[in-house]
């Protein structure tokens, strides 16, 4: 069992959990994601590593409510236990030898571009960080990307807080300024990322996404994280969840992602009836 040591909402939908878990805290690296069950019954999520900290034994997620697991977590208070996490897993970003890097992320994905951007900062690359939301209220980790970023810009889509529009306009107004980057990394909605792709492909900047797709059991015995990247079957937990933006099918993966929207809704509502009947 794995006690969570702290729980903070970072906006009406995203929670922050650290978790006391030793092992996992001794290996983690900045793009590895772990797999939990809230409880014995429980169904196994992926969520990314948000954080760290091996001396006291801590692994920080980030997650959004959007189904009936990630509700169940939520009702997990600071004190209590999840059942199983199990990690790290998945490659670690990589970032040796990246002097100057763009990171950019959108919405909850900003959870798993922070750890890549202060790991980046901690060897001495120059940050530029771009992170958008829907509008002010859903803004998350702010402050965490002012600490290790060079120059921030925050986007919302209605301008509400930071610059109106969606993260490509900041991206290519600097690209077009003149900016050199070393390597884009984008972190998103797969919408999003293809975007960033579009954007940086015609200038040939490097461009690294990470894709999270539907995923079971996190060593590649599924197949349920497969997609295709130059061409080639390749499986997120394994192979990834980093690939090379310009080899991503990114049309095939949000076919992919969009199989089990309903499914996730009768979940999630089935999870609401059943806290409705035994709050009364």
Do not use: W
Request: with cysteine; proline share 4%.
């Amino acid at each position: 069992m794995y006690r969570i040591l702290n729980k903070r909402e970072l906006n009406p939908t995203v929670t922050m959990m650290d978790i006391y878990a030793p092992l996992v805290a001794k290996k983690a690296q900045a793009g590895q994601f772990i797999i939990l069950r809230v409880d014995d019954d429980g169904e196994r999520i992926p969520l990314t590593v948000a954080g760290y900290n091996r001396e006291k034994g801590t692994v920080k997620i980030i997650f959004q409510i959007v189904g009936g697991t990630t509700m169940r977590l939520n009702q997990k208070n600071e004190g209590e236990f999840i059942a199983d996490f199990v990690g790290p897993l998945g490659c670690a970003t990589k970032t040796e030898g990246l002097k100057k890097v763009c990171i950019v992320g959108g919405g909850v994905g900003c959870a798993i571009a922070l750890p890549v951007a202060q790991k980046l900062y901690e060897q001495g690359a120059e940050v530029h960080s771009v992170i958008g939301f829907r509008n002010k209220d859903l803004l998350i980790l702010e402050n965490e990307f002012k600490a290790c970023s060079s120059k921030l810009t925050v986007m919302t889509d209605d301008g509400s807080y930071g610059k109106q529009g969606v993260v490509t306009l900041p991206l290519k107004e600097t690209i077009e300024s003149g900016e050199r980057y070393d390597e884009v990394i984008a972190i998103g909605p797969l919408i999003m990322m293809k975007f960033v792709v579009a954007t940086t492909r015609p200038y040939n900047i490097p461009t690294t996404v990470s894709m999270n797709p539907i995923m079971i059991d996190g060593t590649g015995m599924c197949g349920g994280c497969r997609l295709t990247v130059g061409g080639k079957t390749k499986f997120a937990c394994v192979d990834g969840p980093d690939f090379n933006g310009f080899e991503v099918d990114f049309d095939e993966a949000m076919a992919r992602s969009s199989m089990y929207a309903d499914f996730e809704k009768r979940e999630r509502d089935a999870f609401c009836n059943l806290f409705k009947k035994e709050a009364n």
